[in-house]
């Protein structure tokens, strides 16, 4: 698949996950007790054979250049800069924020012009899931098509207001129509995640730059649907958007459940990560841990069900959790209660404090704060 060059987008928003994203991006926010978002997107064009990467860096670069380093937990450590952070691009459109800002492409249009690969695949970088790129690729190519949509079968419960549905044509299985919730009479939903020709893409921005917008790559490609042959790729597997706190909660207390751990955690491929080593968790006497994550380094004391903890986090005596996350190097104090509760990386809570969330509004506690 060396044809393909990959590129994660990032958010513009910066709050999108609220104290969670005050002073990091959304492609790095922890996840399953080990993870950043990024690492799912990333890991699954690695495991594709894809040996140039672009991520859409943003203000709060910091974070992201910490946990990315040179690439080498991805094999995308080497002499061609197998890995980049790009220029993010500036959003011209203040009503609304575009499905993929095609400003991140102009700004960075010297990188796109010196890669020698003809496709270009494009992912957000808050999509859980582990999708076989391989076999995208190959079906893009096969098929002949200008771009290619991974796509879900429609399903109205799980519909997300900023989810875009599309249309695919029985007869010819070509996408031809793209709309939003309320005007499209659509039977799939796009995932997020596309293959374009790089020549198209290129064409596409430069000409936004020219006449000064759309800047929406998914306005510009709907507008000239009739001119394009857009393919789907139909994905079955799981698959999550992070875009808000309460889908974040749900999406990690799914990784609890058998079956969504062994698909993306399990099997050939590998979702890859830093690799961070500590001395394995000690389980003191008394400690009751039941259906959770724990990573390593940890020090418990107390009760722990249904939930995910991060590296190096210290309970104490008594503490009960349930239902909830708590990130890297947090200390619990004795006789604490945490019920729904997400714990940014090294909060304190003191003895006897009581936390109390719902799973549809769970309490979100910004890194580094100090409880009781």
């Not at 800069?81 to 991140?104: A, E, R």
């Not at 207390?253 to 062994?262: R, S, T």
């Not at 003191?284 to 959770?292: A, G, K, R």
Request: some cysteine; overall charge neutral.
């Amino acid at each position: 698949m060396y044809n393909t060059v990959g590129i994660i987008t990032n958010k513009p928003r910066s709050n999108i996950l609220s104290d969670l994203t005050m002073r990091r991006s959304i492609n790095t926010v922890p996840f399953g007790g080990r993870y950043r978002l990024i690492d799912f997107a990333l890991s699954n064009m690695v495991n594709a054979g894809i040996q140039k990467i672009g991520v859409i860096g943003s203000n709060k670069y910091r974070a992201l250049v910490e946990h990315l380093g040179t690439g080498q937990e991805w094999s995308l450590s080497r002499k061609n800069q197998g890995l980049m952070i790009l220029n993010s691009g500036v959003n011209f459109q203040f009503d609304k924020t575009p499905k993929i800002n095609l400003q991140d492409f102009s700004a960075n249009i010297s990188y796109f012009e010196q890669v020698n690969q003809e496709n270009i695949l494009i992912s957000e970088s808050d999509l859980i899931c582990k999708i076989n790129y391989k076999d995208v690729i190959e079906s893009h190519i096969n098929s002949g098509a200008d771009i290619t949509f991974v796509c879900k079968k429609f399903e109205e419960q799980c519909l997300d207001c900023s989810d875009v549905k599309v249309k695919v044509d029985e007869h010819s299985g070509r996408i031809i129509e793209i709309g939003d919730n309320g005007n499209c009479d659509c039977n799939h939903v796009f995932l997020d995640m596309m293959i374009i020709k790089k020549g198209l893409l290129l064409k596409i921005a430069n000409r936004s730059d020219e006449l000064g917008g759309p800047w929406d790559l998914i306005e510009v490609i709907s507008k000239n649907i009739g001119g394009l042959n857009i393919k789907p790729y139909i994905f079955e597997g799981y698959y999550y958007k992070v875009n808000s706190v309460q889908k974040y909660f749900k999406c990690s207390m799914d990784l609890l459940k058998k079956e969504v751990k062994q698909e993306l955690f399990l099997g050939e491929d590998k979702i890859y990560t830093k690799v961070d080593d500590n001395h394995p968790t000690r389980y003191l006497n008394p400690s009751y841990t039941n259906n959770s994550l724990v990573a390593s380094g940890c020090i418990l004391n107390g009760q722990i069900r249904n939930s995910i903890i991060f590296r190096q986090v210290e309970t104490g005596i008594d503490s009960k959790i349930s239902d909830s996350i708590i990130m890297n190097k947090c200390k619990i104090g004795k006789n604490a209660v945490l019920e729904n509760v997400i714990l940014d990386k090294e909060v304190e809570i003191g003895e006897g404090v009581v936390l109390r969330g719902k799973p549809e509004a769970p309490v979100v506690i910004r890194e580094r704060c100090k409880i009781g």
